[in-house]
């Protein structure tokens, strides 16, 4: 776009100049062409003329006669040389081969029986300019009482015809000197035209790399003001807007910031009676049998909701502790098969007919392997849940080239790449045989308390279960996604970076 | 059944734990303070100390480093998952383990249990006394010492020399070592064995940061030896 309007100021720039030099060369070029034919045909009239004037002739000349003044006239051409013919009655006679000319016109033949002091034309033929010129010769009579003059006409014509090839020359040269002259003086004119437009320009691209900062999330972007034209007007209004923008987002991120430390707050503060009560409940469970039957119901009740609400507040710290981004990441170098096998044995999800593995030994990873175990729970948990078994779980690395990658529902990490080369990634893929995920809910699994049916006012874990896996994948510097498989049932891939090389002593 | 001081600010939870491990049939004396605690030890002579790590005055590490001055009671910190730093900052004090708030009972009991459980005598055949390099090691007696000198350790340091020490240059991971020597789960803190190694390294290494006895292996953990 900037360099659109560049090349438009450039061009108008250079218009204007073009125009410029091309009128001041152009009235240059008529002034200087007339006067150059105007002096030749001038000078070569009046030299005809007063030539014509000084011959003396006996009426009516014979041919003879004639033929020798055609012959002293041709000698005499002024400035250029000339033909000469001559025309009495039938007698055609000229100083050259032809007894008549092919350039004289029959218009000049006409103008000359009205004009008895000769007239003359300027003639184009076979791209050849020419002066043809006419001149009667008259008797002059003296006459008595008036002291003028009148003329008769002796019936004896003389035309001379001159070539105006060096003048043509000229005019040429000056056409050629004008263009030769504009042209460079164009090129020049480029010079002031880029400088202009780029000072132009500058404000336009100031405003250009403003916005490409205020894209960057640099809200506090401002734009100098100078002057007060059209652009210094946009750079305040710019200046303006940002500002807006950036007291806005404070104030979004002021009130997210509070928000975020409100659930902390409350976790915390509920934390503390929880483990008062949590380390009763089993005492209630035990003497539950010995009360009577309501009184026993409502103790199982306050201990079986106890532990609920604890694996609640307990999701929600380790949320509000990824959003003010306090989640530490210990990692060790592991098995990734053994570690997922760990995992599925620890909750007794160990039956072949609901769980297959497709776990290859010897993949060392570097992994926090309590959040690893986490995500692994959370994911075959989610598939025992929702999906049908059997529930597969498969482990893979692959190789890739280090392109950023973006996927649907997905979580942005950035990898490490060792050297700077293709990165090696770990791949754990949890599937179930079930009816999969409806559209409009695939990209919302990842969603805080996210419930695919309203009616269900409560999940049945914490509902923070597959936020909570997509922080700790995102902590690892990977990606997790879910999709629907091919033949049904949901599939969630997670995507780790392996990075095997350092390790802490 | 063993003797439990418990060191605890919050009444709710001092008298929840107290109840839940009473019931267990432990004997259970309360401190809210750590000076309190402190002022307890003497007298009650705990087999364990369960200290919370957040207290009014004397903090938990604090406490925690006063008891090792004088002695290798058992001691499991009570902390909240989160408090990463203090969870270091504690097991470098000195403590054996720790427990997450909130927590069931029958979890604390069984870390109560896990830092209180002897490690196993040795088969018959084996002398009962082991010399490692300039380490006396006695199985039976529960005792080590360096150049005849006797070391004290703390029963999570002496516990892991002993795990180690039976296997010599064969290389535990620390999961491995977190499930055989805490018998915590496979997916533990890692950090418990490495605050351990390197407690039990300033105790009885000439040079901790060239360690002999406890070898690290980048990438796989810890062995022993070779020496």
Not at chain 1, 114 to 143: C, D, I, W
Not at chain 1, 296 to 319: C, F
Request: glycine fraction near 8%.
């Amino acid at each position: 776009m900037i360099s659109g309007l560049r090349t438009r100021l450039v061009l108008a720039f250079l218009l204007v100049a073009a125009v410029g030099c091309g009128t001041t060369a152009a009235l240059t070029y008529r002034e200087a062409r007339n006067a150059i034919l105007e002096q030749a045909q001038d000078t070569a009239v009046s030299s005809f003329r007063d030539q014509i004037q000084e011959l003396h002739l006996n009426l009516p000349p014979n041919t003879e006669q004639m033929q020798g003044m055609v012959r002293g006239l041709a000698r005499q051409g002024k400035p250029r040389d000339w033909w000469v013919y001559v025309e009495y009655g039938s007698v055609r006679l000229s100083s050259g081969t032809n007894p008549t000319s092919t350039v004289i016109t029959p218009e000049l033949r006409r103008q000359a029986r009205g004009t008895p002091h000769g007239s003359f034309q300027r003639v184009v033929r076979n791209g050849e300019p020419y002066l043809t010129m006419v001149m009667p010769v008259v008797f002059k009579t003296a006459q008595t009482g008036t002291g003028g003059q009148t003329q008769r006409p002796t019936g004896l014509t003389f035309y001379a015809v001159m070539r105006l090839t060096d003048e043509q020359a000229n005019v040429d040269a000056m056409v050629v000197a004008a263009r030769d002259g504009a042209l460079p003086a164009l090129a020049i004119a480029l010079v002031p035209a880029l400088l202009a437009a780029r000072s132009v320009l500058r404000p336009v691209r100031d405003l250009r790399q403003a916005a490409r900062s205020l894209g960057r999330g640099r809200l506090d972007t401002r734009i100098p003001v100078k002057g007060g034209g059209e652009l210094s007007e946009l750079a305040r209004t710019f200046n303006e807007s940002t500002a807006a923008l950036e007291r806005s987002v404070d104030e979004l991120q002021r009130a997210e910031a509070r928000a975020r430390r409100f659930a902390s707050d409350v976790s915390h503060e509920l934390r503390t009676p929880l483990a008062g009560m949590l380390a009763v409940t089993e005492l209630l469970d035990e003497d539950a049998a010995g009360l009577d039957p309501d009184t026993a119901a409502a103790v199982r009740l306050i201990s079986s909701e106890t532990d609920k609400l604890a694996v609640l507040v307990e999701d929600l710290m380790e949320i509000s502790r990824f959003d003010a981004r306090a989640a530490e990441l210990n990692t060790d170098e592991i098995d990734a098969a053994e570690t997922i096998r760990r995992t599925l044995q620890s909750r007794h999800w160990t039956d072949p007919a609901r769980i297959v593995l497709d776990l290859p030994d010897g993949i060392r990873a570097r992994l926090d392997p309590r959040r690893f175990d986490v995500v692994i729970a959370n994911l075959v948990g989610n598939a025992l849940r929702h999906g049908r078994p059997p529930v597969t779980v498969a482990l893979r690395t692959e190789t890739r080239p280090p392109a950023p990658r973006t996927a649907e529902g997905a979580a942005d990490g950035t990898p490490d790449a060792p050297g700077g080369g293709s990165t090696r990634w770990l791949v754990t893929e949890v599937a179930d045989r079930g009816p999969g995920i409806p559209a409009d809910v695939l990209p919302h699994v990842f969603d805080r308390f996210y419930k695919a049916d309203q009616a269900r006012t409560r999940s049945e874990g914490s509902g923070l279960g597959l936020a909570i896996t997509l922080e700790n994948v995102r902590l690892h510097g990977g990606t997790v996604r879910a999709a629907n498989g091919p033949g049904g049932g949901a599939v969630f891939v997670v995507e780790i970076p392996l990075t095997t090389s350092e390790v802490t002593a | 059944m063993p003797r439990v001081l418990l060191i605890e600010d919050d009444p709710s939870v001092r008298e929840g734990v107290e109840l839940g491990l009473r019931r267990r049939g432990h004997d259970v004396r309360t401190a809210a303070t750590g000076e309190a605690g402190l002022a307890a030890l003497a007298e009650f002579r705990p087999d364990l100390l369960l200290l919370d790590l957040m207290l009014p005055g004397m903090n938990g590490v604090q406490v925690c480093r006063r008891v090792r001055e004088s002695s290798q009671l058992p001691i499991i910190m009570l902390t909240a998952r989160g408090d990463d730093f203090d969870v270091v900052i504690g097991l470098e004090a000195g403590a054996d383990d720790y427990i997450v708030k909130p927590a069931r009972t029958e979890v604390i009991e069984a870390r109560i249990r896990a830092v209180l459980r002897r490690i196993e005598e040795p088969g018959g055949g084996r002398p009962a006394v082991e010399f490692h390099g300039e380490l006396a090691v006695d199985r039976a007696g529960l005792t080590v010492a360096k150049y005849g000198e006797r070391v004290s350790l703390a029963p999570s340091e002496l516990k892991l020399l002993l795990h180690l020490c039976a296997a010599p240059e064969q290389v535990f991971s620390r999961q491995q070592l977190l499930e055989h020597v805490w018998e915590h789960s496979y997916h533990g803190d890692a950090r418990l064995v490495d605050a351990c190694v390197r407690r039990l390294r300033n105790k009885i290494e000439d040079v901790p940061g060239s360690p002999r006895y406890i070898q690290t292996l980048r990438g796989f953990g810890y062995r022993f030896g070779p020496l």
